[in-house]
């Protein structure tokens, strides 16, 4: 005999064990503490269903995405809780118990939000070659320049800062970030830099117009392109800084005196990584620098995947891998590792400010690109900061030097870059 339904968010709460989370469901029911600090609302049965079909962090985001859950409260908070210890304890007898109890309308599929299909779409062709990566490129980053200038602030900085003192400000340690980048790289007057991956141009109009260097930025992004091009172009620094619309692996230049890498390892993928060292040395003359810059694994050990949310509406075939591999990969493909420093808390800052931006001009954003795709960037953005935090991801700047015939690298006896 079938068990009668229970009530929605009674059922919930028991998934949520003493978790002090207060949830309404659209049955009527109601359960947890009345002064919780989060109040999640499923709208529909199509939000059970979501949280059913996709168990995890992707059932959440599919039925947030589509406005099918409501979070009441601050964000952060609220997922802050759910990724518990806490939440989602149950025995396989209790989950068939649990299963059988609830809103039968809710045991079924239900396609995902159109966010989703959007990247879907994008998966043609061979993973990680210059047409698919392009695409995958295009389909973060082209957004929206205005969506970025409402999110990053003035600096359209999009990677992780580096603050100088705690209370720094995100500009600050955005130009902080950039500086410490030049002075590792050992930048002077007249030397050439290539920025692969150069995102909206920062780097390369802060060491030209702070380093006095030649600069060149690549970017797989047309919008990035032209809004890099119109602020050199401004900053009046068109005979030393340049934005191309150019796959990193079209760069026909040679013998830079430095190369930066600054969040483009993370669309590479581990199968590329010996290739893609050897053609950033191969544009190096001896004596020349590379800084890697990008988000990291915190092992080893883990097995090379994608968190299922970000692939499917974030980062299109992105891949994560450990510091410890990058660096073989560089040493592997004729570069000598000089320096390494992590920087995983100063991402966590990094979001929390790009989060307060997205709510302080939520309407704005929500008005230029929709409310399902800011509902993306919000959740990912903030669930990205509590995974810096509790250190399920890195970011680990990585400097190598290729040396001379005889081994000479051009480098100091002891770091002169401070901090």
């Not at 064990?17 to 469901?25: L, N």
């Not at 260097?213 to 992004?221: D, E, F, H, M």
């Not at 509590?386 to 051009?410: K, M, N, P, Y």
Request: with cysteine.
């Amino acid at each position: 005999m079938p068990l009668t339904p229970q009530p929605v968010a009674r059922t919930l709460g028991t998934v949520l064990g003493d978790a002090p989370i207060a949830v309404e469901a659209y049955d009527g029911s109601r359960h947890g503490p009345a002064d919780s600090p989060v109040r999640v609302v499923l709208h529909s049965p199509k939000a059970l269903s979501y949280l059913l079909t996709a168990p995890g962090q992707l059932g959440m985001a599919r039925a947030y995405v589509a406005g099918e859950l409501e979070v009441h409260g601050d964000l952060y908070t609220a997922l802050t809780l759910l990724w518990s210890d806490r939440v989602g304890k149950l025995s396989w007898p209790d989950r068939l118990t649990l299963l059988r109890g609830l809103d039968p309308k809710a045991l079924r599929w239900v396609d995902p939000p159109p966010e989703e299909w959007r990247a879907r779409r994008l998966r043609t062709g061979l993973r990680h070659s210059p047409s698919r990566d392009a695409a995958a490129i295009s389909h973060h980053y082209d957004v929206s320049n205005r969506f970025y200038e409402l999110v990053l602030g003035p600096s359209m900085t999009y990677t992780c800062a580096c603050y100088p003192a705690a209370d720094a400000s995100l500009e600050e340690a955005q130009a902080h970030k950039y500086d410490l980048v030049c002075r590792k790289l050992g930048l002077k007057p007249g030397m050439r830099l290539l920025d692969v991956g150069c995102g909206w141009g920062g780097m390369v109009r802060h060491a030209a117009e702070h380093y006095g260097v030649r600069a060149l930025g690549v970017t797989l992004s047309a919008r990035q392109a032209e809004w890099g091009t119109k602020a050199i172009a401004e900053a009046g620094l068109l005979e030393l800084a340049e934005v191309r619309h150019l796959n990193y692996r079209d760069v026909r230049e040679r013998d830079f005196d430095a190369v930066s890498s600054i969040g483009l390892t993370e669309h590479i993928g581990m199968k590329n990584l010996a290739g893609y060292f050897r053609f950033l040395r191969s544009r190096l003359r001896p004596g020349g620098r590379l800084l890697n810059h990008c988000i990291t694994r915190p092992t080893t050990t883990e097995r090379t995947r994608t968190d299922a949310f970000i692939d499917r509406y974030v980062f299109p075939d992105g891949e994560l891998e450990a510091a410890g591999t990058l660096m073989s990969a560089m040493q592997d493909n004729g570069f000598e590792v000089r320096h390494e420093e992590n920087l995983r808390e100063h991402y966590a800052r990094t979001l929390a400010g790009w989060c307060a931006n997205l709510a302080a001009n939520w309407d704005d954003a929500v008005r230029e690109v929709g409310r399902g795709r800011a509902r993306v960037w919000e959740l990912y953005m903030t669930g990205s900061r509590l995974g810096f935090e509790r250190r399920t991801i890195e970011l680990h700047q990585i400097l190598g030097v290729r040396t001379d015939d005889d081994g000479d690298a051009a480098f100091p006896l002891r770091p002169d870059w401070g901090v």
